[in-house]
């Protein structure tokens, strides 16, 4: 998901701009995301909740240091 983010992210920077296929190519990316999480299938194991969450997380922070520390 990190790469994803940094896209998105990356458009809020000063003289930067979030496009519109910046935006469908991120839904695009976080639906096959979900897909994998998935496993093909429209549901998950909600024992695992916790673990994507961390994992959402950690990914937000790295995408956040990422695009901060070009600026």
Not at 14 to 22: I, Q
Not at 59 to 65: D, E, V
């Amino acid at each position: 998901l990190w790469p994803l983010l940094i896209v998105l992210m990356s458009g809020l920077l000063p003289g930067e701009h979030l496009r519109k296929g910046h935006v469908i190519g991120g839904l695009i990316g976080f639906a096959g995301a979900a897909l994998i999480v998935a496993k093909g299938g429209v549901g998950f194991q909600t024992s695992a909740l916790p673990g994507y969450a961390l994992a959402f997380l950690c990914a937000l922070t790295w995408a956040s240091y990422s695009v901060l520390s070009r600026r």
